[in-house]
């Protein structure tokens, strides 16, 4: 009855984030209760040495973007298999020494100009271990720092070639997960977005003074470095959604179901897939 039209790729949402934040985790959660089961038994929290993309779907109580003004009871819907939204989920390892190769292959992949090799990427999702800030500077020092590079490599895309989002008057989506809220130590989601904030002000202000300390000195090449935002102010991520339409979103949850006997629990998540279901 239907006649199969080339479908567009679906929508990639990548996930990044220093080890054991809880990517593998969280993508292990929404699998199991998506629509499409794996062939493969479900991912292991190892330490992630690998990139793997999976296609997912949404559960069909989440509300998505483009058909927001649809009631749920809606009877023309077709049925919850049918409506079901798919997307594709890239888990990465977050382990340090495999973090240039992820910066890279975000870089190429965004930076295609010709619309056939446009990007399936719509969106970021950083994952944080909100549990683990408590514990002593370097840790958020290490998560800042990534987030760092990856916001710089999203500027210099906006810099070079005009816009990020694939949606019209939309700025590119990044959600910050600050996971393992389910620990009592856990940092609530205000805190972390706080803290991330006044981190990154304080490497864009070293990364500015070894630049201008560099630049005083004849021999040095200026080529490609850049410091993230504008001069001047504090930096915050709202500033940023001005910079370069870059919007990020600090959002709690848990990626791990606790009750295992009762079987898989996704209500950690639930906030996470509703943003994900805003951005499809
Ligand atoms: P890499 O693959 O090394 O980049 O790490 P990752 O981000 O994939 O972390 P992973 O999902 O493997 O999780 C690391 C550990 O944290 C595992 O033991 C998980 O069970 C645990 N974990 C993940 N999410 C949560 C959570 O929300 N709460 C708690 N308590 N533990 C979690
Ligand atoms: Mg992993």
Redesign the pocket.
């Known amino acids: 009855i239907y006649r199969k039209a080339a479908s567009p790729p679906l929508s990639t949402f990548v996930l990044l984030?220093?080890?054991?934040?809880?990517?593998?985790?969280?993508l292990s959660l929404v699998e199991s209760s998506s629509l499409y089961k794996a062939k493969t038994p479900s991912h292991s929290?190892?330490?992630?040495q690998t990139s793997t993309s999976t296609t997912v779907t949404l559960p069909p109580s989440v509300p998505i973007f483009s058909n927001r003004y649809r009631s749920v009871n809606d009877p023309s819907l077709p049925d919850a298999k049918r409506n079901a939204v798919k997307y594709v989920l890239r888990?990465t390892?977050?382990?340090g020494k495999l973090r240039s190769a992820q910066l890279t292959q975000l870089q190429t992949e965004l930076s295609s100009k010709s619309k056939k090799e446009a990007s399936s990427i719509c969106g970021i999702i950083f994952?944080v271990d909100a549990a683990s800030l408590v514990e002593g500077a370097e840790n958020l020092r290490d998560y800042a720092g990534y987030l760092y590079d990856i916001l710089l490599v999203l500027q210099k895309i906006v810099l070079s070639k005009g816009k990020l989002s694939k949606k019209a008057g939309t700025n590119f989506p990044i959600l910050v997960a600050a996971?393992?809220?389910?620990?009592f130590t856990a940092l609530p989601p205000g805190s972390v977005k706080q803290k991330l904030e006044s981190e990154i002000d304080r490497i864009r202000q070293t990364r500015q003074k070894g630049l201008l300390d560099a630049s005083a000195n004849p021999e040095h090449d200026e080529d490609g470095e850049e410091v993230l935002g504008g001069d001047g102010d504090k930096f915050t991520f709202h500033g940023l959604e001005d910079d370069i339409g870059v919007k990020v979103d600090v959002v709690g949850g848990?990626?791990?179901a606790e009750n295992e006997k009762d079987g898989v629990s996704a209500t950690?998540i639930r906030k996470w897939e509703e943003w994900i279901g805003s951005c499809l």
């Open positions: 984030g220093p080890s054991g934040a809880g990517k593998t985790a969280f929290t190892h330490t992630s888990d390892p977050g382990h994952f996971n393992k809220q389910d620990l848990f990626a791990k950690g």
